[in-house]
């Protein structure tokens, strides 16, 4: 009961003083206070570092190494940590029969199937949901409160890709090895080192493979998830890719865009002077790619995909472009969808003003909307940053923050605590045949995500199982 005053009374200073160091507080007490036997020296300890919240605006290094040695020092988290070292084979095995099962986006079954299999070993409640997303969930103290640890389950690479993985000295390769590789077997071992060492968290973890975060997936998988637990949802940590280097805390707004322009069609020599899509799709590609983007806020385009016609002798019928708009501010992105709209309605136009016979039917244009990332940001001050911070701390590392387009896009739009890290190791090549990654120090980045999830969960106290 301790406890819970003394968070309350943290959450109450939170208002008044700079969060960072308060909700560093919280973190804290998450994982100590609970340990009843200690309570008293916590207590006290505590009432310090809550004092020193109100001198200071962020902790200072020491106060924050204390805290991390707060959790270090719980043999079960400890374990945990252990259990990462010992079980690297295993990890590397999982990533590797996991890449080689293919899970484009929206078939992603087979290695649900795969991912579930798995979670059974883990000592999880498994359930899939009605849009494939495989969900483990460890039941904590408080039921009424959950974290959400995601991978997801989808690669960009389409039905018939060569996934087989090769290995060339350390580096495997192979596609979505990384992307999302690395994630589901991070996701895995995160909660086997956890079932391992009987963690019980004080806050319900949910462990889910989704589906649907690539291309037009358009982060299925991961709103499907916020719409089943938001009431409940505390925080969401998601682990896409490998690395340390960067945590993911301001989201990428982005918006997709299919053209699709139609006309007549019709044959090559005898038909010649007829409006041709291809033509006018061409025209309308030239005028939108010379539109100027700023350089700040980053905005970006990308003509991405094209098909259209049926043969090299006939006057296509239909052509169709796939845009994708990237900027760091919403506005630009609404200018470039602005840009687009009329550099292809223009490019019919130069088509029809060029055709022989107007007679000959017309061209028309449709834009579908088929992908948009809403923007957000994680809160400096967040509980769940200070935890990634505290975690970094611990495993001695230093990120950088990043602007991404990840599954945390959904979550940090609406304004719940969410970030994007990578599972540790190193990889590259992301959506191309040469992905690759390496496994060296993977540990340590499992450990920072580990902590970090234990940060915001807590950790419940087991008898017999303190110190
Ligand atoms: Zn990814």
């Not at 309350?8 to 200073?13: D, H, P, R, T, V």
């Not at 259990?83 to 649900?112: G, H, M, V």
């Not at 408080?142 to 389950?153: C, D, P, R, S, Y």
């Not at 060339?168 to 589901?184: H, V």
Request: hydrophobic share 40%.
């Amino acid at each position: 009961m301790a406890g819970v005053r003394l968070k309350a009374s943290g959450e109450k200073i939170a208002r008044v003083s700079d969060g960072r160091a308060v909700s560093t507080i919280c973190w804290f007490d998450y994982f100590s206070l609970h340990l009843s036997h200690r309570t008293v020296k916590q207590l006290a300890l505590c009432v310090i570092l809550l004092s020193m919240s109100l001198r200071s605006p962020v902790l200072s290094h020491a106060a924050r190494a204390q805290q991390n040695g707060a959790l270090a020092d719980n043999a079960q988290v400890r374990e945990a940590l252990n259990w990462f070292a010992n079980n690297l084979d295993w990890i590397n095995e999982q990533q590797i029969r996991l890449t080689e099962i293919p899970a484009p986006s929206f078939q992603e079954e087979k290695r649900a199937v795969a991912v579930k299999e798995l979670f059974a070993g883990e000592g999880l409640v498994i359930h899939t949901d009605k849009i494939g997303n495989v969900i483990g969930e460890l039941r904590g103290q408080n039921e009424k409160e959950v974290v959400l640890m995601t991978a997801h389950l989808d690669t960009v690479f389409p039905p018939g890709t060569e996934v087989k993985v090769r290995t060339e000295g350390d580096r495997l390769i192979a596609p979505g090895i990384s992307d999302n590789g690395t994630g589901l077997a991070g996701l895995l071992a995160i909660a086997r080192a956890i079932h391992a060492a009987k963690i019980q968290p004080q806050r319900t973890i949910l462990f889910a493979a989704n589906v649907g975060e690539e291309g037009e997936g358009n982060l299925r998988g991961m709103r499907s998830l916020i719409e089943a637990y938001r009431s409940r949802l505390r925080a969401v940590i998601v682990l896409d890719g490998s690395g340390i280097d960067h945590v993911t805390t301001k989201a990428l707004a982005s918006r997709r865009v299919e053209v699709v322009i139609t006309g007549p069609g019709g044959h090559s020599w005898s038909d010649f002077g007829m409006p041709n899509p291809i033509n006018a799709l061409v025209r309308g590609s030239v005028r939108f790619i010379n539109t100027r983007v700023p350089a700040t806020p980053r905005t970006t385009f990308n003509l991405g995909q094209v098909e259209g016609g049926t043969s090299v002798n006939s006057i296509p019928h239909e052509a169709k472009l796939k845009v994708d708009l990237r900027s760091e501010n919403e506005d630009e992105i609404v200018r470039l969808e602005a840009a687009l709209r009329d550099s292809f309605e223009t490019g019919i136009k130069d088509e029809m003003d060029n055709v022989r016979e107007r007679s000959r039917g017309r061209l028309s244009v449709k834009f579908n909307l088929i992908g948009s990332r809403p923007g957000g940001e994680l809160a400096t001050d967040s509980p769940l940053l200070t935890s990634l911070r505290l975690a970094d701390d611990a495993v001695g590392n230093q990120s950088r923050i990043e602007r991404s387009s990840t599954d945390a896009n959904i979550p940090m739009s609406m304004g719940i605590d969410a970030l994007a890290i990578g599972a540790g190791g190193n990889g590259g090549g992301a959506h191309s045949l040469q992905e690759w990654y390496e496994a060296a120090g993977r540990e340590t980045g499992l450990k920072r995500a580990m902590l970090t999830l234990l940060g915001v969960a807590g950790v419940a106290e087991t008898p017999g199982q303190g110190k």
